[in-house]
Structure formats: structure tokens, C-alpha cells
């Protein structure tokens, strides 16, 4: 799977749009963007993942460069509880497959 | 609603003994579970990959004879620590991916491992 890079933090005010970037820049035609997030001491949530489109679900929206070099996760409304470390992934969809965390960003939601 | 549990939430003992953690997936059955241990202000390590009915897959430096695991079901995979030691103290996360969509991963809530 390809390496990501991402900021290792990142503050945002409560009510704002918190927009967190990724670099994907080796990624493979059949990679998949993915992101998940961590809140402290708790397991990863799933929050959405794309191709090449453009995503939105109720949690985010996912905006992938055309190249595909590179993507943003948004947090259109910021709360005090998106505080969590966010992980951005990139892999294939063929079967149950491992996922390979990088380091991820600290964001941090300020009131 | 939750779609994978872990117990226990947290357990603390001694050095020496054995510790087993249970994984169970709750919404749907899963051939594959994954086994994931976290350090402080570390990210994700995958530690192995558990099959049902068959023998888990380990990861690079992952001891398989200190961490046992065994998928007997569909709906359980468990990680027995063996012989645990203060540097085993740590974060251990299982994920579930369901049958039909296998791109999918669920994690549980985790199990935090105090040696003492």
C-alpha cells in the first residue's frame, strides 16, 4: 500500500470547518483514499473513503486532487468532540485486507 | 450500535502470567479478524491476522508462541498474552470485516494491558 504523509497536528475553532489534508503521491490506479479517526482510547471509526470522485457522507466530505496525489478530509462544522487523531489511508479493495496506520493528525478542536 | 466488542475493557496483572482478550463481532459473521496493539502516543501496529479455522497470520516480529490467538468461531477471535511482561503493557485493538463487504473494517473498542 502506498505511504501517506500528514501534518502531525492541527488546531481548528469549534463551529469551523476543519480541513485536514494528505499526501498520497505514489498512490496506485487501484488505491483507494480511506480515513479513519481515533478518539483517545478508543478504537479507529471509519469516517468515508473514495476513488477519484469527490465524497461526501454525514460525517465529511473527502476532496481528491485530480492526479490523486493528494486529498482533504473536511469537518464542515467542527464540535468539540471531532478531537481525535485522524488517519489517512490509501489501499486496494480486494478482500479483507490489513490496514497500515501512519502517524496521523492530532486535531485539535478548540472552543 | 456497536458491531464489535472486546473484553475486558481493561485488565491489569501480573508479570508472569497469562492474559486472554476476547474479540466478538456482533452484527455479522467474519472469517477474518485483525489484531492491532497500540503504545502510548503511538500509532496502529498490526500484530497478525486471525482466520477462522485456520492458523493466524503474524506480522514481522510478532512472537506467535507469546501471542496466541485462536478464531474457533465466526463471532470470536481471542489473543492469549503469554508469560506477560511490562512491555507488553499496551493498547490491543481487534477490527472485523464483514463478508459482503470486505473492504470494510469495524474495530472494537480495545483492551488496555497493564503489567505489572
Known amino acids: 500500500d502506498a505511504k501517506t504523509t500528514q501534518p502531525t497536528s492541527m488546531d481548528c475553532a469549534e463551529g469551523r470547518a476543519a480541513n485536514l489534508p494528505c499526501n498520497h503521491s505514489t498512490i496506485s490506479g487501484n488505491e483507494y483514499v480511506y480515513w479513519y479517526r481515533q478518539i483517545h482510547s478508543q478504537g479507529p471509526q471509519y469516517i468515508i473513503h473514495g476513488l477519484k470522485n469527490n465524497e461526501t457522507n454525514e460525517m465529511a466530505s473527502l476532496i481528491i486532487t485530480e492526479d490523486r496525489k493528494s486529498s482533504t478530509l473536511i469537518l464542515p462544522h467542527a464540535t468539540l468532540r471531532d478531537t481525535a487523531v485522524y488517519y489517512c489511508i490509501v489501499r486496494v479493495i480486494q478482500g479483507a485486507q490489513k490496514l497500515v496506520f501512519g502517524q496521523g493528525t492530532r486535531l485539535t478542536i478548540n472552543p | 450500535g456497536a458491531v464489535v466488542s472486546q473484553h475486558p475493557s481493561w485488565v491489569i496483572c501480573k508479570s508472569g502470567t497469562s492474559v486472554k482478550i476476547e474479540c466478538r463481532s456482533l452484527?455479522?459473521?467474519?472469517?477474518?479478524m485483525f489484531w492491532y496493539r497500540q503504545f502510548p502516543k503511538q500509532s496502529l501496529m498490526l500484530m497478525a491476522t486471525s482466520n477462522e479455522g485456520s492458523k493466524a497470520t503474524y506480522e514481522q516480529g510478532v512472537e506467535k508462541d507469546k501471542f496466541l490467538i485462536n478464531h474457533a468461531s465466526l463471532t470470536l477471535s481471542t489473543l492469549t498474552v503469554t508469560s506477560a511482561h511490562p512491555e507488553d503493557s499496551s493498547f490491543y485493538i481487534c477490527?472485523?470485516?464483514?463478508?459482503?463487504?470486505?473492504?470494510?473494517?469495524?474495530f472494537g473498542p480495545g483492551t488496555r494491558l497493564t503489567v505489572t
Open positions: 452484527d455479522f459473521q467474519a472469517t477474518t
Open positions: 477490527s472485523v470485516t464483514p463478508p459482503l463487504a470486505s473492504h470494510e473494517q469495524y
